[in-house]
C-alpha cells in the first residue's frame, strides 16, 4: 500500500474557507490526500456533506473543529480530531461562540467606517455562508476586491491585527472549556499552529504545560504557516511535553492559503504521529464501499 499522506487542518464555507465541504473534499482526493480532517471554525454543520463527499473516493473523513480560545491576552486555537459532532457539550459550547461573532463584525465594520472604509459589513457578509461565522477572513476578502490591499497576508498585516484599525478584542472559549468539549466528544485535543502565537519560550512552556493540564494530547508540528526550523522547533517541544504530533495545511482556499491540501513535508522522524493509535483499517472499509 502507498504511503499515507495525513492532513487534518482545513476549511470550508461553513466557516471562513471558500470551497463547499464536498468541493474541498473532491480537492484533497485529487491532491493525494488519504486522510482528511475538516477543521472548520466554531462549526461541524459542514461534516455531514463532506462525509456524503468522501464515500467512495478512498479517502477517509475525520470529524473535527477547530476552537476559537481566549488565554490570557492571547487568542489561540485548538484543533479537536475525532470528535462527535452530536456530542450536546460540544454542541452548546460551539453555538455560544459563534453567537459572539455577529457583534464583533458590527464593531470592527464601525472602525473601518472611522477611517474611511464605509459598508464593510454588506461587504464581508457577501463572502460570508453562516451569518454567525462571520469573521476577519471574510472582511479580508471584501477589501481585497475593493483594492486597497493586493492579498491576505498584507490586508491582516495593515487592518485586522491587534493595534490595527479593524481589530476588535474578543472573548473566546476557556481553554479547560474547549479542550473539556473536545475530550468529553471522545475527541483528541491539539494545539494549532503554535508559530503563529506572539509568545516568547516561556511563555509558550507555560501554555503547553497548562494544555496539558486540561487534556490536550497533541501539537501541530507540520502547518502551513510554519516555517522549516518551526517544525524543527515543534518537535521538540513535542518530545519535551509528551504530546503527540500532527500536520495539516490550514487550507482555506485555492490561491489565499500558505499550502495547498496534503502539500506539506512529512513529520519529522522524532515526532509520534498523533494518528498512532488511530483504526486505520476503517480507510480500507470506507474505499471498499
Ligand atoms: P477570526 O476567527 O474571525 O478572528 O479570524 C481568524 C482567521 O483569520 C484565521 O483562522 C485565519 O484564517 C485568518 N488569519 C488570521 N491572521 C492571519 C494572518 N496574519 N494572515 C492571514 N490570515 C490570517
Ligand atoms: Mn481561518
Ligand atoms: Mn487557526
Ligand atoms: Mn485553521
Known amino acids: 500500500m502507498s504511503e499515507q499522506n495525513f492532513d487534518l487542518h ?8 471558500v470551497l463547499l465541504p464536498a468541493d474541498l473534499v473532491a480537492r484533497a482526493a485529487d491532491r493525494g490526500v488519504t486522510v482528511l480532517a475538516l477543521t472548520d471554525h466554531d462549526d461541524v454543520s459542514g461534516l455531514p456533506a463532506a462525509h456524503a463527499a468522501a464515500r467512495g473516493t478512498g479517502m477517509k473523513l475525520i470529524n473535527g473543529v477547530e476552537i476559537s480560545v481566549t488565554w490570557g491576552v492571547h487568542t489561540i486555537h485548538i484543533i479537536g480530531l475525532n470528535i462527535d459532532p452530536q456530542s450536546p457539550a460540544l454542541v452548546a459550547g460551539l453555538a455560544a461562540i459563534r453567537s459572539g461573532r455577529e457583534e464583533r463584525a458590527i464593531k470592527m465594520a464601525e472602525q473601518l467606517t472611522r477611517i ?7 461587504g464581508a457578509y457577501r463572502y460570508v455562508e453562516n451569518r454567525n461565522s462571520i469573521g476577519r477572513m471574510h472582511f479580508a476578502r471584501y477589501l481585497i476586491d475593493l483594492g486597497i490591499v493586493k ?4 490586508v491582516f498585516k495593515r487592518y485586522l491585527v491587534k493595534g490595527k484599525p479593524g481589530y476588535v478584542p474578543h472573548q473566546w472559549a476557556g481553554m479547560a472549556d ?34 496539558k493540564s486540561c487534556g490536550g494530547t497533541g501539537i501541530e ?11 524543527a522547533q515543534f518537535a521538540r517541544l513535542a518530545k519535551k511535553f509528551d504530546l503527540l504530533c500532527s500536520r495539516g495545511s490550514d487550507f482555506h482556499g ?22 498512532q493509535d488511530w483504526a486505520l483499517s476503517e480507510t480500507a472499509r470506507d474505499t471498499a464501499s
Open 10 to 17: 482545513c476549511h470550508s464555507n461553513v466557516s471562513d474557507g
Open 116 to 122: 474611511g472604509i464605509p459598508n464593510s459589513l454588506a
Open 151 to 154: 492579498d491576505v497576508r498584507t
Open 178 to 211: 474547549a479542550i473539556g468539549w473536545i475530550t468529553a466528544s471522545g475527541g483528541q485535543a491539539v494545539l494549532a499552529h503554535p508559530g503563529r502565537y506572539t509568545m516568547g519560550e516561556g511563555k509558550m512552556q507555560e501554555l503547553l504545560t497548562e494544555f
Open 221 to 231: 508540528v507540520v502547518t502551513g504557516s510554519h516555517t522549516v526550523e518551526q517544525y
Open 254 to 275: 485555492p490561491d489565499e492559503s500558505y499550502k495547498d491540501l496534503g502539500q506539506l513535508p512529512q513529520l519529522p522522524e522524532i515526532c509520534t504521529p498523533i494518528w
